[in-house]
């Protein structure tokens, strides 16, 4: 089976030529715009490598990488930047990329890089580490808001009886809200609490994942227990 390559690329000529160059080469390519299409794209269908450019609208590739990083998704990444001064690639590299290449470039070398990150790696993704069994649940350790149950040793959640099937930073995220139940946190206490640092006031990082939890919590006739207090940041509470 060929491999699977996810491009995130915001220049829509370098985009379209990278996507056909690699779709030729044998790749099985899916191409987006921006770093919130990627992350979505990388959720949904963990890649056995991406290619992501730096500089990018939103959520940038720096950005992008260290979400990744911080669930523990270890998928080899290659960055492509336009930035040629040795403490922009040094940045790249404490993002937890893997390699990068410099704009602009011969795609030839993107291939070599491709292919060494793969060989590196099994060509494998790296979205989910191996687990440590399962605790018996300790009741007394539930956390329990809006019809909501939570049990943290064992990171398992349902809904009114349903469990919720949640990625590392989702459960983390809920079950800050869970805690806090009522109370609105603002987005960079939530940005403190889940990723240990601040994007900064134009990132969208945050809504994306508020809008994962929202699919995966919401039910038809059900209120909607994450609100969203403008300009502020988020609340847990049932109406």
């Known amino acids: 089976m060929s491999q699977t390559v996810l491009l995130a690329e915001d220049d829509r000529a370098i985009r379209h030529a990278l ?4 779709t030729l080469e044998g790749y099985r390519v899916t191409a987006v715009a921006d770093g919130v299409e990627a992350l979505a794209q990388a959720h949904r269908t963990p890649p056995d490598v991406l290619v992501l450019d730096v500089m990018m609208p939103g959520i940038d590739g720096l950005q992008v990488c260290r979400v990744l990083r911080a669930e523990g998704d270890r998928t080899p990444i290659l960055m492509l930047t336009a930035l040629v001064e040795t403490q922009d690639r040094i940045a790249g590299l404490d993002a937890g990329a893997d390699d990068y290449v410099l704009k602009p470039f011969d795609v030839e070398e993107v291939f070599a890089r491709l292919r060494a ?16 069994p399962k605790q018996p649940p300790v009741p007394e350790r539930y956390l329990e808001a809006a019809g ?5 040793q064992a990171r398992r959640a349902w809904r009114d009886g ?6 590392r930073t989702e459960f983390e995220l809920l079950e800050l ?10 987005h960079s206490t939530i940005y403190d609490r889940i990723w240990g640092y601040d994007f900064g006031p134009g990132s969208k990082n945050l809504a994306v994942y508020v809008g994962y939890l929202r699919r995966k919590l919401d039910e038809p006739g ?3 227990l994450i609100h969203t207090v403008r300009g502020v ?3 847990l509470r049932e109406d």
């Open 233 to 235: 940041g988020y609340v």
């Open 177 to 186: 809200l869970v805690r806090n139940s009522g109370i609105v946190l603002d």
């Open 148 to 152: 909501l149950r939570m049990d943290p």
């Open 117 to 132: 990150l793969l060989r590196r790696t099994g060509g494998a993704h790296g979205a989910a580490p191996v687990e440590a």
């Open 19 to 22: 996507e056909r160059a690699l």
């Open 222 to 224: 059900a209120p909607q």
């Open 162 to 167: 349903r469990e919720l099937e949640l990625t």
